[in-house]
């Protein structure tokens, strides 16, 4: 009866692991009990458990005699995420998709808010750095505070960091959290007479043509700059193309619906690959995710602090309400629900909602350029050092 | 990761100068879709003023795209 027995010896079963099913229960009880973002946090705390069993199927393994035997999660892992980022990539066409730049063409001036909230990436990475990360790691982990999951994935794969796994709990943890992080970063930097300020809203005419070519220049404009961003603002902007062109009607609700969930599954059981149990029992990863919060409080700082300090130049009656700052993070549409919840909570009668929605798909775009220009400058450093 | 706080003063350097460099990138690339933005709206905006409806005097047919067989 031996064989009954066999996850149990020669070092197969690890104390570790145990804590990596909590952790996967945690994830699996935040998705369904709080629906704190379920389509990925159920996959992952589902794969957290499935890739830590010992001895696990899913898992490549080398056996006795057979030699390697391929596990289900890791080869999706190599062809999904290491050998191509396809996983993070395509889910950007289903992203573009949906996303409606209507009242951010129409009110273009809030893009910058969008390139202000991603100040949090970079402080981050500059106290990865003091807590003694690598530059990789370091860059990989304040990416985190692009708030943009796929793009964190994506840039921990390609500058090759061994904490792909804790960086995407954190990025996705931390976007489902945004309704409580932000009240109270956004609280700690601003009056209640600030968070009482009322913009005018007088959206201008955009036609069709115009949310045509958008896309088109984004996508060139961006890899002129930064090189490496094309592969991100490209599939984003493809999808949001699909969307614009007004004769795909068809391809555009697959993109929407069908690519996005079915890829959404797929990445969230896959990125379990880099949960394994030695990687991600550390306190490095306990670390990463204090990192991970101080980024997006960094960014919803940021955001408010770039409005004031635009306000300084604004005559009365022209002002924004820095709230609409800290929307410029790219967790679309919840910062925006959570500005102009803020905005009713400090005057009833004020709706912020449309200027946080032109603030917050700005941050889409700027975090994935935020993506591409990490992509474009570590990559260099790694080279030298 | 070796010591905490361990300050590796290149990496230092290096994150320093992904933030500056990072940070002129993202604006500099909203800058000029900012200025993109403003030119579309410009060009492909047709004025209010000149979308005029045709006057149409009293009493005067007016055209329809209906045509006489369609009930309306």
């Not at chain 1, 393994?61 to 290491?82: A, K, N, Y």
């Not at chain 1, 500059?126 to 982990?141: E, H, K, L, N, Y």
């Not at chain 1, 796929?150 to 995407?168: C, D, H, Q």
Request: charged share 15%; glycine share 8%; net charge positive.
């Amino acid at each position: 009866m031996d064989f009954l027995l066999e996850s149990f010896k020669d070092g197969n079963f690890q104390w570790q692991m145990i804590v990596m099913w909590v952790i996967g229960a945690l994830l699996i009880y935040l998705a369904i009990a709080k629906k704190l973002e379920p389509a990925l946090l159920l996959p992952m705390g589902f794969g957290a458990i499935l890739i830590n069993l010992p001895l696990s199927g899913a898992a490549t393994q080398t056996l006795p005699v057979i030699g390697e035997v391929v596990g289900i999660i890791d080869w999706l892992f190599d062809i999904g995420i290491g050998a191509s980022e396809a996983f993070p990539l395509l889910l950007f066409i289903g992203i573009g998709a949906m996303i409606d730049f209507g009242p951010l063409l129409s009110n273009p001036k809030l893009l910058f808010f969008g390139a202000a909230a991603q100040i949090g990436i970079f402080i981050t990475i500059i106290f990865a750095v003091i807590f003694g990360f690598g530059i990789g790691d370091a860059a990989s982990i304040g990416i985190i505070g692009a708030a943009d999951g796929p793009t964190s994935i994506l840039v921990a794969n390609v500058l090759r960091s061994e904490y792909m796994g804790a960086i995407a709990v954190a990025a996705y943890s931390y976007m489902a959290l945004v309704p409580i992080i932000q009240p109270m970063a956004i609280k700690l930097v601003t009056t209640k007479k600030e968070r009482m300020i009322r913009m005018d809203y007088n959206p201008q005419q955009v036609t069709r043509l115009t949310k045509i070519i958008f896309p088109i220049v984004v996508t060139v404009i961006a890899g002129l700059i930064a090189p490496a961003s094309v592969a991100l603002v490209g599939m984003l902007m493809f999808g949001n193309l699909i969307r614009e062109c007004g004769v795909l009607e068809n391809l555009s609700e697959t993109a929407q619906k069908t690519l996005a969930n079915l890829i959404t599954l797929l990445l969230g059981i896959t990125i379990a690959a880099s949960m394994k149990a030695e990687n991600f029992v550390s306190w490095e990863t306990m670390l990463i995710m204090g990192l991970g919060l101080f980024a997006f409080v960094i960014d919803s700082i940021g955001g408010v602090m770039f409005a004031k300090f635009l306000n300084l130049f604004l005559p009365k009656g022209k002002k924004f309400n820095p709230m609409v700052g800290a929307a410029g993070i790219s967790a679309f549409p919840m910062s925006a629900r959570v500005i102009q919840k803020l905005g009713l909570e400090a005057d009833p009668s004020n709706h912020l909602l449309m200027h946080a929605v032109s603030a917050n798909v700005s941050g889409q775009i700027a975090s994935v350029v935020a993506g591409g220009v990490i992509l474009s400058i570590v990559p260099a450093m790694l080279g030298v050092g | 990761m070796n010591a905490i706080l361990a300050i590796d003063t290149q990496n230092l350097k290096y994150a320093l100068e992904i933030t500056w460099k990072g940070m002129l990138a993202i604006f500099l690339v909203m800058a000029i879709i900012y200025a993109v933005i403003l030119i579309l709206n410009k060009v492909t905006v047709i004025p209010a003023e000149k979308v005029k409806a045709p006057f149409v005097k009293a009493g005067d047919k007016i055209k329809t795209v209906f045509k006489k067989k369609d009930k309306v």
